[in-house]
């Protein structure tokens, strides 16, 4: 069975926590004394490290998450971007999500789209989100997308991110991730390559999931947790 990691509030640093005004104060000292004794809060979900690239069709999706995507990949397609394939992550509980990658064609930029469906309880709720990302030859990863705001601790130094609401058309956000890489060199933007693609992406998700785990934000699911987890799995309708 493989591993699988969840965010924890728990895992925050105790800073991050006393200094989250959009929580009240109990719930912030609550959560301090849970953190204290290692009362972690059980799992709605959780999600194994990229091992593979295994990519689905298309066709084969749930009807909501295939129709959102193609709408997605039709308003793209025209800013320069080709259809690579789609892949489905490896999650467990509530929460499923199928990513749609588009190459642009000078091979600057790797655009993905994401179906995802989360769950709390009996409520779940689906959304689709897009970000452009392009990579630079020193390892600084220049991303625009679309989400909430990502806390400080969450972003390491080689990351620059920019997120705007969800509502945002991806055909702006592929205009404004343009316009941050006019002001960087071209010779500093790390190619896309023309072969082994997805092998070139699985090595960049693997390094992804390292920055994931330097958070410190995640912890590992026990083998009970995981059972439990994969009793209530669902998907898409």
Not at 26 to 53: E, M, N, Q
Not at 146 to 175: D, M, N, V, W
Not at 203 to 212: G, I, P, V
Request: aromatic residues 10%; contains cysteine.
């Amino acid at each position: 069975m493989a591993d699988y990691y969840t965010s924890d509030v728990t895992q925050k640093p105790y800073s991050a926590i006393f200094n989250d005004a959009s929580c009240p104060l109990p719930v912030r000292l609550l959560i301090v004394l849970r953190k204290a004794v290692g009362w972690h809060y059980a799992p709605s979900y959780a999600r194994a490290a990229p091992g593979s690239w295994q990519p689905v069709e298309m066709a084969t999706l749930p009807a909501s998450a295939r129709q959102g995507l193609e709408s997605a990949v039709a308003e793209i397609e025209p800013h320069g971007f080709r259809f690579f394939n789609v892949t489905k992550s490896n999650t467990i509980g509530l929460q499923a999500s199928y990513n749609c990658v588009l190459v642009a064609d000078d091979r600057e930029t790797v655009c993905t789209i994401t179906a995802l469906r989360s769950g709390l309880k009996t409520l779940s709720r689906s959304t689709f989100v897009a970000s452009l990302r392009s990579d630079l030859a020193d390892g600084t990863m220049v991303l625009t997308g679309c989400g909430p705001k990502l806390p400080s601790y969450f972003i390491r130094p080689h990351q620059k991110i920019e997120l705007f609401p969800e509502s945002t058309p991806i055909s702006e956000l592929a205009l404004r991730h343009r316009e941050r890489l006019r002001t960087i060199a071209s010779q500093r933007v790390a190619m896309v390559p023309s072969e082994d693609i997805a092998d070139y992406l699985l090595a960049r998700a693997k390094r992804d999931w390292e920055d994931f785990m330097a958070t410190g934000m995640f912890r590992k699911l026990s083998d009970q947790e995981i059972a439990r987890l994969i009793d209530i799995q669902f998907d898409f309708e």
